[in-house]
């Protein structure tokens, strides 16, 4: 299975703007938002969880996991995909600064394991992990996506 199958219809933000980290997070959260994966309240979570616990969602060079807890705030399963145009620090030592933010929702803490194996083989991968940077639509990083599950 692809990560594309948990990636809803516009979910894909491409090179978007941001100024902190905090906007970053706030992209990805809207984008699960606007996929009807999350309620606006996930996202602040998300940021809450960042504030209290430090930046361990930079889990690669210039790659941040952006997620919380299980909560009624999530409807479904769901990720989103955020290129930035410029990278942003999120305070991590060894992985800043960040210019690929992924959003992750969860309904339960075993719900989303495949879809973890599937971004550790995204994340692992320089090559694929390029393309999904260099891609320039929704469409492109879809297709490159969905290749990793093929």
């Avoid at 991590?92 to 194996?117: F, Q, R, W, Y």
Wanted: hydrophobic residues 45%; glycine residues 8%; charged residues 25%.
């Amino acid at each position: 299975m692809s990560l594309s199958t948990w990636l809803p219809e516009g979910a894909v933000r491409i090179r978007a703007e941001a100024s902190d980290w905090r906007g970053a997070v706030r992209l990805s959260g809207e984008a699960l938002t606007e996929a009807g994966a999350a309620e606006p309240a996930y996202t602040d979570e998300m940021i809450r969880t960042i504030e209290e616990l430090g930046p361990y969602i930079v889990i690669a060079p210039g790659f941040a996991l952006a997620h919380s807890r299980p909560s009624p705030a999530v409807r479904r399963a769901g990720l989103s995909w955020i290129t930035l145009r410029e990278a942003v620090p999120f305070g991590s030592a060894k992985n800043d600064p960040v210019d690929v933010v992924v959003g992750l929702a969860a309904l339960d803490h075993e719900g989303h394991l495949e879809m973890m194996s599937e971004l550790a083989r995204v994340i692992s991968d320089p090559e694929l992990l390029a393309a999904l940077r260099a891609a320039g639509s929704e469409d492109e990083a879809r297709g490159v996506l969905d290749a990793v599950g093929s």
